[in-house]
């Protein structure tokens, strides 16, 4: 082998040596921190009751600070689709009057990935008439899909209907 091509040779292994640390170093550059751990079927149940917790409280904009600002919320006792946070706090500036506090029936918890889970099944919602005290008791299904965003679980679709042979 001449002097040349040894140095040709070695060249060629240097490259290529180069590259394959280089695109090693890469991988693992963007591979990044590895994913949290889902999320426990108990911790998605709690947001729920965080989400009737704000309820309690009376301020819309607490209730909306629930949902993440692209949400969608097809709500119990209106017809109107909510598709943002201005349309939400509106929903509930009129819902919260009637003092809702629900209670779920029946749950049924799929946690899809450690960024995201539903909840979905029945609840009873209490309301309270504002003006003669008098409580009726709606019963209706429920769907909440949740994604964790900025490291916050969100409500990101919600949909409540009353029972259709209630």
Known sequence: ??????????????VTTVLALGTLGTV??????QHDAKASKKQIAALF????AALQTGDPKKVANRYAPDAVLLPTVSNE???DRAEIVDYFEHFLPNKPVAKKVETYINVLDSDSAIDAGAYDI??????TGKKR???????YEY????????IVNHHSSVMPEG
Not at 1 to 14: F, G, Q
Not at 49 to 52: R, S, Y
Not at 126 to 131: E, Q
């Open 49 to 52: 009751d965080g989400w009737n």
């Open 1 to 14: 082998m001449t002097r040349r091509s040894m140095s040709k040779r070695a060249a060629v292994v240097t």
């Open 147 to 154: 994604e964790k965003r900025g490291g916050k679980w969100l």
């Open 81 to 83: 689709i909510r598709t």
């Open 126 to 131: 209490t309301l309270t008439d504002p003006k």
């Open 28 to 33: 693992a550059a963007t591979a990044g921190p």
């Open 137 to 143: 008791v709606v019963e209706a299904r429920y769907t």
